[in-house]
């Protein structure tokens, strides 16, 4: 009977572990848990979601605090459109975050960060350049790009001295999107260096419609290798979404995929960045808790947790201190909503959305709980402690269950 240590991800020269921790914004997939997955050998990746506030965070800069003092006069305004971020500080806060995690990265695995396109910051192509360049300046090792068809980003690092050196990837979740990004890169010539295909039980946003549930992971692998083969191109493809046992991984490296790609058995590990008390809501969940809904201001259909605080919470928008998910022109779905129910309450006491979210400000605060679809799963990994809650695992011992275990074998905690 196989496991995953029988298999091993080939990137350039480098021979993985074929694990891979997925980029969980904000800060929840954090450094430690990405240096976690390089030092056991594998890839783990950080995400450039609210740098500011990350590096903030991690190392005392005030980049937020500045901003929201030079819009502090609009905060009244419904119109974000004068809202910019300074490029500057956008790449100081990428070097940091970035280099900072390089520097400390030990043993054969790699860092990779997630860049989402749809944080379009009221200047989608300025910002993305900066966060796309401003990472390889940096030193990271690999970029994933995700949330958004990406039809522009290679070329927005094109000129970059590690434009071919560095390891470029794509989330997607069809052969379709696949397609696309690479008729609209073809000039480059250059390949990504490996895909991420997506299915429709992963965490965070999905790159399906409400629909999402008529799609199968396993089908859209199978369609994206059989593409690439009749296209003659060799590019490693790695399985993502509802991938919960190192028996699960098997299937999948048998079967084509060169690697896989992992979060909801992360989200309970002591390096990940969610609160603790989140933590053990997540090992609460049963699976009716686990919804798919719009609220999103992004447009993608979002998985969390039925009893996320962000559902109907009517705070003010806080574009003025974050505002990454302004289009360009100063809008987002959630300061329509918010006015929309602003004009039927115009004390703004009390009031609620319900059909968007904050999302900046509640992913912020870990309070948009975001999860994968098997979340209700995560009980069974471990153990009940003498005061009903859920013991934290460590990364290394979720990590090396995956690599090691067989037979649908879930290896709990000593
Ligand atoms: C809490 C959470 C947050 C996530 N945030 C992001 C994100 O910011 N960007 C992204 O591309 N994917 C995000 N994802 C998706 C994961 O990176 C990963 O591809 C997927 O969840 C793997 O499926 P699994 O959770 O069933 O293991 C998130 C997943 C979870 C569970």
Redesign the pocket.
């Known amino acids: 009977m196989k496991r995953v240590d029988d298999f091993r991800l080939t990137l350039g020269k480098k021979e993985l572990v074929p694990l891979i921790?997925?980029?969980?914004?904000?800060d929840?997939?954090t450094a430690e848990l990405a240096l976690e997955a390089a030092r056991l050998g594998g890839i783990g990746?950080i995400?450039d979601?609210l740098i500011h506030d990350v590096s903030d965070r991690r190392f005392d800069t005030a980049f937020v605090k500045d901003k929201t003092r030079f819009y502090k006069h609009n905060i009244d305004n419904s119109d974000k459109s004068i809202i910019r971020f300074d490029l500057g500080y956008l790449a100081e806060a990428t070097r940091l975050h970035v280099g900072r995690t390089m520097e400390a990265k030990k043993g054969d695995g790699m860092v990779f960060v997630?860049i989402?396109e749809k944080l379009t910051m009221n200047g989608p192509r300025e910002t993305l350049q900066v966060r796309l360049n401003s990472a390889l300046d940096a030193g990271i090792d690999g970029i994933?790009l995700?949330?958004g068809l990406h039809l522009g980003s290679f070329a927005l690092m094109a000129e970059h001295p590690r434009f071919r050196d560095a390891k470029l990837g794509i989330?997607v979740s069809s052969v379709r999107a696949l397609q696309l990004f690479l008729r609209k890169t073809a000039r480059l010539e250059r390949l990504p260096d490996y895909v991420?295909i997506?299915?429709p039980?992963?965490?965070?946003?999905l790159g399906f419609g409400m629909d999402w549930a008529q799609y199968d992971l396993a089908t859209i692998v199978a369609e994206v290798a059989q593409y690439l083969k009749a296209e003659h191109l060799d590019i490693p493809l790695i399985a993502?979404?509802?991938?919960?046992t190192g028996t699960d991984a098997v299937r999948f490296l048998e079967t084509g995929s060169a690697a896989v790609?992992?979060?909801?058995?992360?989200?309970v590990a002591k390096e990940c960045g969610?609160p603790e008390k989140v933590k053990q809501e997540y090992f609460k969940a049963s699976e009716e808790d686990i919804i798919v809904n719009t609220v999103s201001p992004t447009g993608y259909p979002m998985?969390m947790l039925r009893n996320t605080p962000a559902i109907g919470s009517g705070i003010r928008p806080n574009c003025e201190a974050y505002g990454y998910l302004l289009d360009g022109s100063g809008g987002c779905a959630y300061i329509n909503a918010y006015n929309a129910q602003i004009a039927l309450h115009p004390d703004g006491k009390n009031i609620s959305v319900m059909d968007k979210t904050c999302l900046c400000t509640h992913m912020r605060n870990y309070n948009c709980?975001?999860?994968?679809?098997?979340?209700y799963r995560l009980k069974d990994t471990t153990r009940r402690l003498a005061d009903g809650s859920y013991q934290e695992l460590s990364a290394e011992h979720i990590f090396r269950d995956y690599q090691f275990s067989v037979d649908n074998q879930v290896l709990l905690p000593t």
């Not at 921790?21 to 904000?26: E, H, K, N, P, Q």
């Not at 993502?240 to 919960?244: H, L, R, S, T, V």
């Not at 709980?369 to 979340?375: A, R």
């Open positions: 921790i997925g980029g969980m914004g904000v929840i997939s990746h995400s979601a997630n989402m994933t995700s949330a989330i991420i997506e299915g039980l992963a965490g965070g946003h993502a979404g509802g991938i919960f790609q992992l979060a909801t058995r992360f989200t969610l998985r709980w975001t999860c994968g679809s098997l979340t």
